[in-house]
């Protein structure tokens, strides 16, 4: 009987563990995706900016804020400049 009772509390205990690691897994693997896709629009920012593009377009194409549109602006200017 007390058998039985430690076979069912070990089994749960594995469910929930294996439960709570490919929720971690998932919520890993969407983190990755949103970063990635971070660095992408930011990668597309500073090449609008090379090419000369207002902040407000593209912080409209790109979905970031404009004040971050400019963060970049200022520092691949002080970059460009040897200033850092």
């Keep these: 009987m007390a058998l039985k009772a ?13 439960h709570l690691s490919t929720d971690r897994a998932e919520a890993d693997y969407r983190n990755g995706i949103l970063l990635a896709e971070e660095r992408v629009r930011e990668e597309t920012a500073r090449n609008m900016l090379a090419d000369g593009l207002p902040h407000e377009k593209i912080a409209l194409y790109t979905g970031l804020p404009l004040a971050e549109v400019e963060k970049l602006a ?11």
């Design 6 to 18: 430690y076979m069912r509390i070990v089994a749960e205990e594995r469910a929930w563990a294996y």
């Design 74 to 84: 200022d520092s691949s200017l002080r970059g460009r400049d040897g200033n850092v």
